[in-house]
């Protein structure tokens, strides 16, 4: 067990070495797969009369009204929020506008990365979808992370561990 803990450490301080020294030439650098997101600064708040979340913004004006039953705070220009009781989860935009349809309560949703992926997670196992909820990299992986700015993301298959 060990000696296991000893190579992952050692191949992720390698990767890490190895990437941190490649060009910092602009000419070099590989554009971005997606947009950079937009910062939003609204932040979820509760309507005690409606039982409801809706956002404000940082002068305090309601900016989405009221009508998740969750609403998590912005992340790369989206939020999470909760449509029912059941778990039905979705994303809007700063507009309050639902990304897509809700995937279903067997599915939970993490937080989208900076290319525009969000990893999905349903029955031991998960995957990444885009804006649209649509599944673009298949459900196989035990565990992962979101896309970093730099384009990579680590995920696990049963004890191998790396960057995609």
């Not at 998590?72 to 909760?82: H, K, L, R, T």
Request: one cysteine or more; aromatic letters at 14%; a negative charge.
């Amino acid at each position: 067990m060990k000696k296991i803990f000893f190579v992952t450490v050692l191949l992720l301080t390698t990767l890490t070495l190895f990437l941190s020294g490649c060009s910092k030439n602009p000419a070099e650098t590989p554009t971005p797969q997606a947009p950079v997101p937009e910062e939003v600064n609204y932040f979820p708040i509760f309507d005690y009369s409606k039982n409801l979340w809706g956002y404000i913004d940082v002068d305090g004006k309601v900016v989405i009204e009221p009508q998740f039953y969750s609403a998590e705070p912005f992340v790369n220009g989206y939020a999470m929020v909760s449509l029912d009781n059941n778990g039905s989860s979705s994303f809007i935009d700063k507009t309050g506008a639902l990304l897509f349809e809700p995937l279903g309560k067997d599915f939970f949703i993490y937080n989208f990365g900076a290319n525009g992926l969000a990893v999905v997670h349903k029955g031991g196992k998960e995957g990444y979808i885009n804006t649209k909820g649509e599944i673009v990299i298949d459900m196989k992986f035990d565990g992962a992370d979101a896309f970093l700015d730099n384009g990579l993301a680590l995920a696990r298959i049963d004890d191998k561990i790396g960057f995609i």
